[in-house]
């Protein structure tokens, strides 16, 4: 999916509800990014250790769960996903 076609699907909430799903690249925990991604790197910037891009799909996951000491840095990139495309909570 193009990246013009998954920002109009996450302005639209009944669609981005009823399709987004865990992106499958993500390691097992209570973190994860979901389809919706569009590949905007905030959360790499904010959580370099914990997000990682695939190159093949450009989109990116959570390659190593936060430690507690990472927690805070995940939230704040939950927080400034412009898609609301990362999950999880402390």
Not at 23 to 31: D, F, I, Q
Not at 42 to 61: L, S
Request: hydrophobic share 25%.
């Amino acid at each position: 999916m193009d990246i013009e076609s998954k920002i109009l699907r996450n302005l639209d909430p009944i669609k981005k509800a009823s399709t987004n799903t865990r992106y499958s690249k993500n390691v097992p925990g209570k973190w994860l990014v979901d389809d919706s991604c569009i590949d905007c790197d905030y959360c790499k910037n904010i959580a370099f250790n914990n997000f990682k891009r695939d190159t093949e799909d450009g989109q990116y996951y959570v390659c190593k769960q936060p430690t507690e000491s990472e927690i805070s840095k995940c939230l704040e990139a939950k927080k400034k996903c412009p898609v609301n495309a990362i999950h999880g909570s402390k």
